[in-house]
């Protein structure tokens, strides 16, 4: 038998779309302070207050949401293991999957979406115009409002306090917000203090092989230049993820190699043709923790904020700057309370630094 709410949903999504756009809302953040974080908005927006349950369209909402209002989150849009739960609080290592509507490609279909009835949806990441556009269809075709927040590692604290704002959490993004504040300060201090010439020439290694990596502009990458490091990828211009070759790995000579792939970390110390390259031979490859969330990527979202400290420590060891922070266990242990709700036992502290 078809239940009444479900087939008054399937009307919606014939009925709503021109009606919608005479209600949406216009793109930009209309909020003194927001930073122009808001990219676009798309239908009407439910005062904070009402705001109970929020899809995350996609794996940088889905951290975002779940720092800033873990009770309001209906489910991870990302596939989350036993290990990377066992790191979240109570609350968010409970909470199923749900799937996602961006990044590379949808995993939940519109009727699936109205049946989680959230009040708001929520995609936060780099955004053309081709994206705002298909966030807008989505909107339309469902009637549920829709934001769209910009994504990049200097966004994070507006962009922490605005959705905190939209969600009535308001004195919480704050909170999250001034943390994010200090990591975004400690690397200016830093890229102020190191001369581009001197600046660590850094190659990014992504997946089991390495040899994917991003280019000049791509937000995968973009901790490199933001914690005073030189992408070499960059000598082959703009775009987003690009494969790389250990040829070209030889011709670019990086200083220092960074992954979150413990495999390919282990590969590059033990294999004989990667050790022509300045980094292997200086025993300068190092492994960023990779769970709950990515410390470098994987998402790229408020989860790279901790990945901020331990990328300076491994970039400018020793720098005066750094050697004036409460130490990095101290400041992972409070990120993880802070952001992820949960109270990481010593081992599970020490998993986390020791390099592989």
Same mark, same amino acid.
């Given at each position: 038998?078809?239940?009444?709410?479900?087939?008054?949903?399937?009307?919606?999504?014939?009925?709503?779309?021109?009606?919608?756009?005479?209600?949406? $809302?216009?793109?930009? *953040?209309?909020?003194?302070?927001?930073?122009?974080?808001?990219?676009?908005?798309?239908?009407?927006?439910?005062?904070?207050?009402? $705001?109970?349950?929020?899809?995350?369209?996609? +794996?940088?909402?889905?951290?975002?949401?779940?720092?800033?209002?873990?009770?309001?989150? /209906?489910?991870?849009?990302?596939?989350?293991?036993?290990? *990377?739960?066992?790191?979240?609080?109570?609350?968010?290592?409970?909470?199923?999957?749900?799937?996602?509507?961006?990044?590379?490609?949808?995993?939940?279909?519109?009727?699936?979406?109205?049946?989680?009835?959230?009040?708001?949806?929520?995609?936060?990441?780099?955004? @053309?115009?081709?994206?705002?556009?298909?966030?807008?269809?989505?909107?339309?075709?469902?009637?549920?409002?829709? /934001?769209?927040?910009?994504?990049?590692?200097?966004?994070?604290?507006?962009? #922490?306090?605005?959705?905190?704002?939209?969600?009535?959490?308001?004195?919480?993004?704050?909170?999250?917000?001034?943390?994010?504040?200090?990591?975004?300060?400690?690397?200016?201090?830093?890229?102020?203090?190191?001369? +581009?010439?001197?600046?660590?020439? $850094?190659?990014?290694?992504?997946?089991?092989?390495?040899?994917?990596?991003?280019?000049?502009?791509?937000?995968?990458?973009?901790?490199? @230049?933001?914690?005073?490091g030189r992408n070499v990828a960059a000598q082959a211009g703009q775009g987003s993820l690009v494969r790389?070759?250990?040829?070209?790995?030889?011709?670019?000579?990086?200083?220092?190699? /960074?992954?979150?792939? *413990?495999?390919?970390?282990?590969? $590059?110390?033990?294999?004989? #043709?990667?050790?022509?390259?300045?980094?292997?031979?200086?025993?300068?490859?190092?492994?960023?923790?990779?769970?709950?969330?990515?410390?470098?990527?994987?998402?790229?979202?408020?989860?790279?904020?901790?990945? /901020?400290?331990?990328?300076?420590?491994?970039?400018?060891?020793?720098?005066?700057?750094?050697?004036?922070?409460?130490?990095?266990?101290?400041?992972?242990?409070?990120?993880?309370?802070?952001?992820?709700?949960?109270?990481? *036992?010593?081992?599970?502290?020490?998993?986390?630094?020791?390099?592989?």
């Amino acid at each position: 038998m078809t239940r009444p709410g479900l087939h008054h949903r399937r009307r919606l999504l014939l009925q709503l779309p021109l009606a919608l756009a005479a209600a949406q $809302v216009p793109a930009r *953040a209309q909020v003194p302070g927001a930073q122009e974080v808001v990219v676009a908005r798309f239908g009407v927006q439910p005062a904070p207050e009402r $705001v109970r349950k929020v899809f995350a369209a996609g +794996p940088p909402a889905g951290v975002l949401v779940a720092a800033l209002a873990p009770g309001k989150l /209906v489910g991870w849009p990302l596939t989350l293991g036993d290990e *990377a739960r066992a790191l979240l609080g109570p609350q968010l290592r409970a909470l199923a999957h749900s799937g996602r509507l961006s990044g590379r490609g949808s995993t939940v279909p519109l009727e699936a979406l109205l049946q989680l009835q959230p009040d708001l949806v929520l995609d936060a990441g780099t955004a @053309d115009a081709t994206y705002v556009s298909g966030v807008r269809r989505v909107s339309e075709q469902t009637g549920l409002p829709t /934001v769209l927040i910009q994504g990049r590692i200097a966004d994070h604290a507006a962009q #922490l306090r605005e959705v905190g704002r939209l969600l009535g959490v308001a004195e919480r993004g704050a909170l999250l917000a001034a943390e994010a504040d200090a990591a975004i300060a400690l690397a200016a201090r830093i890229r102020a203090s190191v001369p +581009p010439a001197q600046r660590p020439r $850094v190659y990014y290694g992504r997946g089991t092989d390495g040899l994917e990596t991003g280019l000049s502009g791509s937000i995968n990458v973009e901790l490199l @230049d933001f914690c005073a490091g030189r992408n070499v990828a960059a000598q082959a211009g703009q775009g987003s993820l690009v494969r790389a070759s250990l040829e070209q790995l030889l011709l670019w000579n990086p200083e220092v190699i /960074v992954t979150q792939d *413990a495999a390919f970390a282990r590969r $590059v110390r033990a294999d004989p #043709l990667w050790r022509g390259i300045a980094a292997v031979r200086a025993q300068r490859v190092h492994c960023a923790p990779a769970l709950p969330f990515g410390w470098l990527d994987g998402p790229p979202g408020v989860n790279r904020l901790i990945g /901020v400290r331990w990328l300076l420590e491994r970039l400018h060891p020793g720098h005066p700057v750094l050697r004036a922070q409460a130490p990095l266990p101290e400041a992972v242990r409070r990120f993880y309370q802070l952001f992820y709700g949960a109270s990481l *036992a010593p081992q599970e502290l020490q998993g986390l630094l020791d390099e592989i």
